[in-house]
């Protein structure tokens, strides 16, 4: 028994998935990239993570704020802003396990009358009445989002200390044009999962931050994680500073964080991404296999490329779904294979920055670097 180390003996009577990694030192040509992305204009740094059953490489570049802050760590907590309609959709898929909610149901099923009126109307009718818990989850619902809207910015940008309630959200989406009848298109709206939360709060008689610690934080074991508004203050006390977050020069983690509601609205590490991603994608918070299958089946007429599940994004090879994705507006990626044998993060705290990108030239290095740990271990 000498002869296994700790880590080992530990690991051993874990799922794969919930199992710590031991890092590898990240070699110089991802450092590299990395450094030198954190020195972009605009960018306050880099939080880099990639992990699979082997171990993980893992770095971080920058400091936590543009101008100055700390150094920037790998467990340095970031907001994860969309990110967090994963944790929003595995909470909904949950529950239609537990026959709690249908997803082929009208959204008017659990919401009142007046929280949906006047949302979708086309051609002078109120279609909002047709949207369905599948449409909302896959981003088919119509609705506008108020991510591209000018007007909505424009109000949050003007008072930094606004407190949004769901109600202001959902009547800013009222005010802007439909995209279309419920179910025809997919366009990418936040507005789905606002009221996505509503739908939640209305079957579980519970605010949207107990839900989400309840349904994906606790069974997903995601203790690095937390809601923005009623858990992260308490916990900012003992934990490392977290990174800013920005839309070209203003620093939005100095505004009230309400207007994200079930949207986003969440502080999180590298670590628990990876480890949430990955857990998803291999079952871990669900009953049956097929609620994960569910969620990234696309319609076989689509063909390859990248296409809306019902959460993530999927891209489809050779008609095979290979690997789920999801951004964060201000500047994060998350990528994981659909069979949960690896996850990757990138996190750049800038909305102007392109994470997708960063991803691309990392690739052909992170490949070495994974085909050389593999001989290492080999020899």
């Known amino acids: 028994m000498l002869s296994v180390d700790p880590w080992t003996r530990w690991a051993e009577v874990l799922p794969v998935w919930l199992r710590p990694c031991r890092a590898s030192a990240t070699p110089p040509s991802l450092d590299k990239i990395i450094a030198r992305q954190a020195r972009a204009r605009g960018v306050p740094g880099v939080i880099f993570r990639y992990e699979d059953d082997a171990g993980c490489f893992t770095h971080a570049a920058g400091q936590t704020r543009r101008n100055g802050g700390v150094a920037l ?37 659990h919401l009142p009358p007046n929280t949906l009126r006047g949302l979708l109307v086309i051609d002078g009718q109120d279609r909002s009445g047709e949207i369905t818990l599948r449409h909302l989850l896959g981003h088919h619902g119509g609705l506008p989002n108020l991510d591209d809207a000018p007007g909505f910015i424009a109000a949050v940008l003007r008072d930094p200390n606004r407190i949004w309630l769901p109600k202001d959200l959902l009547d800013q989406a009222r005010s802007l044009p439909p995209v279309g009848a419920p179910g025809r298109q997919c366009v990418y709206s936040s507005s789905h999962y606002h009221l996505l939360g509503l739908v939640l709060e209305q079957i579980c008689g519970k605010a949207y931050p107990e839900i989400i610690r309840e349904e994906v934080f606790t069974p ?84 390859d490329g990248v296409h809306q599940g019902l959460g993530p994004m999927v891209v489809r090879e050779n008609g095979q779904a290979t690997f789920a994705l999801h951004g964060g507006y201000w500047g994060l990626a998350l990528r994981f294979a659909t069979d949960g044998s690896w996850a990757g993060i990138i996190a750049l705290g800038q909305a102007r920055a392109d994470p997708w990108a960063l991803w691309e030239t990392l690739f052909p290095a992170l490949t070495a670097c994974i085909q050389d740990r593999e001989q290492n271990h080999a020899a």
């Open 73 to 109: 760590r790998p467990d340095t907590p970031f907001h994860i802003a969309s990110l967090g309609k994963l944790f929003t959709a595995t909470a909904v898929m949950r529950l239609a396990e537990r026959g709690a909610l249908h997803l082929d149901a009208p959204v008017t099923a």
């Open 220 to 303: 997903f074991g995601l203790s690095q994680s937390y809601h923005t508004l009623s858990e992260w203050p308490q916990a900012a006390r003992h934990l490392p500073a977290p990174m800013h977050h920005y839309a070209g020069p203003v620093d939005l983690s100095r505004y009230h964080p309400s207007f994200e509601f079930a949207d986003g609205g969440f502080v999180s590490t590298a670590r628990d991404m990876t480890r949430f991603a990955r857990g998803l994608a291999q079952g871990v918070g669900f009953r049956h296999p097929q609620t994960w299958q569910e969620m990234i089946a696309i319609n076989p007429d689509l063909g």
